[in-house]
């Protein structure tokens, strides 16, 4: 049997590790015995029995199997705590598509430290390539830790812990399906452990292989194509179903100043009424049988995994432990992106223009040349821009972790990893090919490129017909269309050692101490670009190289000191922790934490620690290549929504470190004489300054219109054509002056036994008082925004509750995942601006027959449909009901 340690826990965590000791575990002792030895590292204190001031959340057994999530960052997006700013369903028009992150507070995954055993490691930034059939449990630190662990520390942090004790095998295949029979999931895994060496040696290896099929289809799940609509007179409402009048598949026919005169092309060339629907306004119609974009974008994107991991440890000798392990992971996908939106211009001797045409539009009053909104679904194969990605993360790491004389202890590793991005965008038109190509006249009745009309100055140019869907041939896509490529590899090199134990004793108990420092290399390499991009030929996205790197030198030092130690009635400890840090891109800087925590008849705690936390440019945020999005937007300076705007992010080499101060105070209780329950209340106030962040399109052009009302192009952030029509806007990384969020996290836990099975309860709950954006001009409480038009979009509630039975055959989880509701904007007078609240009821049944387990799962069981919000909102689930199966063996 092995003894429970606890080097960093509160009573609710205790409570919520013991609860995953077996059912025949009836008290503290017995438990302690029974129970796997529990390291939880939110501090660099290590001693038994330590309190440290910040608080924690330990996300165990249970909580990993809930909801059958493909990835430990979406099972962690299940908490309250977090916000699924990056997943599948959230990335499904931009070039992360997949991605998945961890977010703590909904402040970036940026400001969320996230470790492996304790350990940086290059895959952070996309929890996918973790091997989620090794994880153990996750220690989440809810609070500032940079003293601690370093720069992004700054929300929390997140300690993915392994399984690196495994002997035997395990196996286990699943599958799953959405209601509307989409997101076809598919995965396997595998993992063996086994000793040698006489036991002084220990070897394991996991590999799996997971594939999501994506789901495409947004007509049969409610809201998925809603937006902010302008009514003819002039005021804004939330609407389902709108679409463009100035773009069609077929083509849109405007006036030169961009007005729509509600005709379209058909497929056969003649000229129709656009069909409108029950509401219309300037480029948009509610309803009817226009197109717009949420057509075409995927509600989650599809993607395939697989991972390797191996782990060998040695035991030197009975203190001195050498370790080392290698990952292996690939991540990728290939699959229709979104369709370009051309709006071009096409003269009145086009050759593609049919006499039947010519006589309509005339009728029509359209005599001289006129503007074409085009939707490009019908280019090449996968009929518009066709995004492919692989991402591939190889790591390797080392380290000694020993002991000696009386309680001290030493660890030191090396780890090097490298991230290889491959990604690609087809199917984009070649700017000028496409235009010379679109303006084709008839020669002796042929269609030709007006610009070899006269003289042949492009024997190349293949005249392409936009006038009606399905009309560019396959010579005219060859000409017009191609394809950008970029290879890059991000490079992550990280070493570290440290000292712990306590050197003396005062009447209250041992002092304790860690000292240490860390070392670090980061860096951003473009292996290859595609010649086009570099002559800048596409019309959407155009690869740029990126080259850049930063190394820093900390050195960290932690101190426990015991001030009163009365036995089962006071214990009072105060803690403290500093770190400096040197950057070779901003110079020194320095965090730090002071805190205490006192524990009153063993059954309560109450705790404080208030911090000073960092966070340093990333390698993306200093040097990332420009991406592209596409976004309809609400213009304040024309005072209309526009479609097709382009919006381009990046990075900034200017940038400098994030300082945030943060503020916890709480406590837990766990009664002795209610066996088994738990409970802990935790304030935090956190504010960050010079905060490094990509402002979103709808607060850059509402800070615009209200700072400089008579600056339309806000001094160059935003481009517009000669019609003052928004072409793009720039949307890169910047220092703005602070965030700031206020708010309370809630947790409840209670364990029994019932039968012969335990019966356990457990509630998460956050509530976040204020959430303030703050620049030079204003401050905005963006809590309780639920819509698209802030990058936080954060409920002001968010709560978990969950009911779990188990017994030697049969186990069930009923959770219940409620999201707050709020507004859509605070930017933007909607008259239905409120977003009402949602529930999600999730089940999920285990029947255990010998080394077997067969496992099912129903997700948002009762197919609670979104509100009105963007495809990519992080809050609501956008997929509907799911179902999941599979089967699990250990032997």
Aim: with cysteine.
């Amino acid at each position: 049997m092995k003894s429970i340690r606890l080097f960093w826990y509160t009573s609710t965590a205790l409570s919520m590790a013991l609860s995953l000791a077996p059912a025949s575990a009836q008290t503290a002792d017995t438990d302690a015995e029974a129970a796997d030895e529990i390291v939880v590292t939110g501090s660099r204190i290590q001693r038994s029995g330590f309190d440290a001031p910040t608080p924690t959340t330990v996300v165990g057994e249970a909580e990993l199997r809930q909801g059958n999530r493909p990835s430990i960052a979406q099972v962690l997006n299940d908490m309250p705590q977090f916000r699924g700013t990056s997943t599948p369903a959230t990335t499904v028009g931009n070039t992360t598509s997949g991605v998945s992150t961890a977010d703590l507070r909904g402040l970036g995954a940026v400001r969320t430290l996230t470790l492996l055993n304790g350990h940086r490691f290059t895959g952070s930034n996309d929890l996918n390539i973790v091997p989620q059939n090794l994880i153990k449990r996750v220690d989440v630190v809810t609070g500032g830790a940079s003293a601690a662990w370093g720069s992004g520390a700054v929300a929390g942090v997140v300690n993915i812990i392994l399984d690196d004790e495994l002997k035997g095998l395990r196996m286990g295949a699943q599958t799953g399906v959405s209601s509307r029979g989409d997101m076809g999931r598919y995965g396997v895994d595998m993992a063996w452990g086994t000793s040698f060496a006489g036991d002084r040696g220990h070897f394991m290896i996991s590999a799996d292989y997971l594939q999501e099929k994506g789901a495409f289809g947004r007509k049969d799940r409610p809201n998925l194509e809603s937006s902010v609509f302008q009514r003819p007179d002039g005021k804004l409402i939330l609407a389902n179903d709108v679409n463009y009048t100035v773009l069609n598949r077929g083509g849109s026919l405007l006036r030169t100043n961009g007005t729509p005169y509600n005709l379209i092309f058909n497929p056969d060339g003649s000229v129709g009424p656009l069909p409108l629907g029950s509401q219309t306004a300037g480029q948009f119609t509610v309803g009817g049988n226009g197109q717009n974009i949420y057509d075409y974008v995927a509600v989650s994107s599809p993607y395939q995994r697989n991972n390797v991991y191996a782990r060998a440890t040695f035991d030197i000798t009975d203190s001195l432990k050498l370790w080392a392990d290698g990952s292996y992971s690939r991540m990728w996908g290939n699959y229709s992106f979104f369709p370009e939106t051309p709006i071009v211009a096409i003269m009145p001797d086009n050759a593609f223009l049919t006499p039947a045409a010519r006589s309509q539009l005339s009728a029509a009053g359209v005599t001289g040349p006129f503007l074409l909104g085009r939707i490009l679904d019908d280019v090449g194969p996968n009929r518009m821009l066709n995004f492919k990605f692989s991402r591939r993360n190889l790591e390797g790491s080392v380290g000694l972790k020993g002991s000696f004389g009386d309680g001290w202890g030493y660890d030191a590793y090396y780890d090097h990893g490298e991230v290889r991005s491959d990604q690609s965008l087809y199917n984009q038109r070649i700017k000028a090919n496409f235009d010379r190509a679109i303006d084709a006249v008839l020669v002796n009745g042929t269609p030709v490129c007006r610009v070899n009309a006269v003289t042949v100055t492009d024997p190349n140019c293949t005249p392409i017909n936009l006038l009606g869907n399905g009309n560019i041939s396959a010579a005219g896509v060859a000409y017009a269309f191609g394809g950008t490529r970029s290879i890059n590899t991000i490079k992550l090199d990280a070493a570290g050692a440290s000292l712990h134990g306590h050197p003396f004793s005062t009447w209250a108990g041992p002092v304790d101490i860690a000292v240490g420092t860390d070392f670090r290399w980061e860096a951003l390499v473009t292996n290859y670009i595609d010649p086009m991009s570099k002559a800048n030929a596409f019309a959407t996205l155009n690869s740029a190289p990126t080259n850049g790197r930063f190394s820093v030198k900390e050195v960290f030092g932690e101190v426990n000191l015991p001030l009163i130690d009365l036995k089962d009635a006071v214990h009072f400890e105060i803690n403290g922790a500093a770190r400096y840090s040197d950057y070779s891109t901003s110079g020194g800087i320095w965090s730090w934490k002071t805190g205490g925590t006192l524990r009153l008849a063993n059954d309560l705690l109450l705790r404080s620690v208030y911090s000073r936390d960092i966070r340093s440019p990333s390698v993306p945020e200093y040097f990332s290549t420009r991406s592209t999005n596409i976004a309809d937007l609400y213009d304040p300076f024309r005072q209309a929504t526009q479609a097709g705007v382009r919006i381009y992010t990046g990075g900034n080499p200017n940038l400098t470190p994030e300082i945030s101060h943060t503020l916890t105070v709480g406590g837990s209780y766990s009664p002795h004489y209610v066996r088994g329950f738990s409970v802990s209340v935790d304030y935090y106030d956190i504010k960050i300054d010079n905060v490094i962040t990509v402002v979103t399109v709808t607060d850059t052009l509402a800070q615009c219109f209200r700072t400089n009302p008579n600056d339309p192009t806000c001094g160059g952030v935003i481009t517009r054509g000669a019609n003052g029509a928004m072409e793009s806007i720039a949307a890169t990384y910047r220092n703005l002056v602070s965030y700031s969020t206020r708010g309370l996290d809630i947790e409840a836990s209670y364990r029994t036994s019932l039968g012969n099975g335990k019966l356990g309860f457990r509630v998460l709950a956050n509530h976040i008082f204020d959430l303030m954006i703050a620049n030079a001009n204003s401050s905005t409480d963006v809590a309780g925004v639920v819509g698209g038009d802030t990058a936080f979009s954060t409920p002001k509630w968010r709560l978990t509750g969950t009911v779990t039975y188990e017994n030697a055959g049969f186990g069930a989880d009923l959770r219940a995942r409620y999201v707050g509701g709020g507004i859509y904007s605070k930017t933007q007078a909607i008259l239905n601006n409120q977003i009402s609240s949602r529930t999600y009821v999730d089940l999920g049944l285990r029947f255990k027959v010998g080394d077997f387990t067969l496992f099912g799962n129903v997700n948002n069981m009762f197919d609670v449909a979104p509100p009105y919000v963007p495809y990519t909102n992080a809050n609501y689930d956008v997929i509907g009901r799911y179902f999941s199966a599979g089967v699990k063996v250990k032997f």
